[in-house]
């Protein structure tokens, strides 16, 4: 098998940059994007297009970075259709590296396996480092693989894309751990929030609450990264804030098969909920302060006997 030879699918924030590094690291790489533009600027790269997904079916390894296992199902009817009729080469690995439910991509690695007769398997390989480690090849990229030698035959793809690459388990973990990630990342982000909120209502500057906090034990990456849009306000979006919201569904999902109790999970799932409800869900993460902001407006004009609209 050529283990530098990829198909790609999606080509948004995260997954063109991804794309990209691995043609730049020597890979032969064929994508399909939903939109033309993307490929237009993956070809110039040096990459190969594909007329639709179907045609990636004889790929060795094949990618998916799309925003959930809906779309990925949807953008793979036509590739799994052709493995029914005609399986692929035995060792085919389909990698998920979207954020994902881990009952959903075990699902669809039981469709992946029956269509393919077999010789076509799915690890989950989702990624963490935002568009910046996308875009330098140094995203933490935590794996799911039931068979150890699908894991080593995606791994070099892997490595090629990331700094930090580790299988954590049968497939579902890699899900599962992206999903503990996104409560870490969705709820420090909120917290965040919360104090500069607190903080500048009560007269104090932001970004010298930040300075502060971050010689001690509340520093932290999120702090040092989604910070400074916090104190600016800048909600241009690396990423839409509407997608924590499914990561921590994921959360409650999980801890409900696990049995685990998730008092930081429920509370922010339910704020990112409301962000979603106040329609700021396609704008950045940060923007989860304006969230707060509004239902602090809210709590003030409710105190005054009054009324307000976020």
Same mark, same amino acid.
């Given at each position: 098998?050529?283990?530098?030879?990829?198909?790609?699918?999606?080509?948004?924030?995260?997954?063109? +940059? %991804?794309?990209?590094?691995?043609?730049?690291? #020597?890979?032969?790489?064929?994508?399909?994007?939903?939109?033309?533009?993307?490929?237009?600027?993956?070809?110039?790269?040096?990459?190969?297009?594909?007329?639709?997904?179907?045609?990636?079916?004889?790929? +060795?390894?094949?990618?998916? %970075?799309?925003?959930d296992?809906?779309?990925?199902?949807?953008?793979?009817?036509?590739?799994?259709?052709?493995?029914?009729?005609?399986?692929p080469?035995?060792?085919? &690995?389909?990698?998920?590296?979207?954020?994902?439910?881990?009952?959903?991509?075990?699902?669809?690695?039981?469709? @992946?396996?029956? @269509?393919?007769?077999?010789?076509?398997s799915?690890?989950?390989?989702?990624?963490?480092?935002?568009?910046?480690?996308?875009?330098e090849?140094?995203?933490?990229i935590?794996?799911?693989?039931?068979?150890?030698?699908?894991?080593?035959?995606?791994?070099?793809?892997?490595e090629?894309?990331?700094?930090?690459?580790?299988?954590?388990?049968?497939?579902?973990?890699?899900? !599962?751990?992206?999903?503990?990630?996104?409560?870490i990342? #969705?709820?420090?982000?909120?917290?965040?929030?919360?104090?500069?909120?607190?903080?500048?209502?009560?007269?104090?500057?932001?970004?010298?609450? /930040?300075? @502060? !906090?971050?010689?001690?034990?509340?520093?932290?990456? &999120? !702090?040092?990264? &989604?910070?400074?849009?916090?104190?600016?306000?800048? /909600?241009?979006?690396? #990423?839409?804030?509407?997608? %924590?919201?499914?990561?921590?569904?994921?959360? @409650?999902?999980?801890?409900?098969?696990?049995?685990?109790?998730?008092? %930081?999970?429920?509370?922010?799932v339910?704020? /990112?909920?409301e962000?979603?409800?106040q329609?700021?869900?396609?704008l950045?993460?940060?923007? &989860?302060?304006?969230?707060?902001?509004? !239902?602090?407006?809210?709590?003030?004009?409710?105190?005054? #006997?009054?009324?307000?609209?976020?």
């Amino acid at each position: 098998m050529n283990r530098q030879k990829a198909g790609f699918v999606g080509l948004g924030l995260m997954g063109a +940059p %991804m794309a990209a590094n691995l043609v730049r690291r #020597g890979w032969t790489v064929t994508a399909w994007n939903r939109s033309a533009a993307a490929l237009d600027e993956f070809e110039q790269l040096g990459g190969g297009r594909a007329r639709d997904v179907e045609s990636l079916r004889d790929e +060795p390894l094949i990618v998916f %970075m799309l925003p959930d296992l809906g779309f990925i199902e949807e953008a793979s009817a036509g590739l799994l259709a052709s493995w029914t009729q005609s399986p692929p080469a035995a060792g085919t &690995v389909l990698a998920v590296m979207s954020s994902v439910s881990p009952a959903g991509v075990r699902d669809f690695r039981r469709r @992946v396996w029956e @269509v393919s007769a077999g010789r076509a398997s799915v690890v989950d390989a989702p990624v963490s480092g935002g568009t910046t480690g996308a875009i330098e090849g140094t995203l933490a990229i935590m794996a799911g693989a039931d068979d150890e030698a699908d894991f080593q035959r995606l791994r070099p793809l892997l490595e090629a894309v990331g700094g930090t690459v580790r299988r954590l388990g049968p497939l579902g973990a890699g899900s !599962l751990a992206k999903a503990c990630n996104q409560l870490i990342v #969705g709820t420090t982000t909120a917290a965040l929030a919360e104090a500069a909120e607190l903080a500048e209502r009560s007269g104090i500057d932001a970004a010298a609450l /930040y300075e @502060v !906090l971050s010689g001690g034990l509340a520093g932290s990456r &999120v !702090l040092d990264l &989604v910070g400074p849009r916090l104190v600016q306000k800048d /909600y241009r979006p690396t #990423g839409p804030a509407k997608f %924590m919201h499914k990561d921590l569904s994921f959360v @409650v999902e999980s801890a409900a098969a696990a049995g685990a109790a998730i008092p %930081m999970a429920t509370a922010g799932v339910e704020l /990112y909920a409301e962000l979603t409800r106040q329609g700021l869900g396609d704008l950045d993460l940060a923007v &989860v302060r304006q969230t707060i902001s509004n !239902l602090s407006n809210r709590t003030a004009a409710a105190a005054d #006997g009054g009324t307000i609209t976020a």
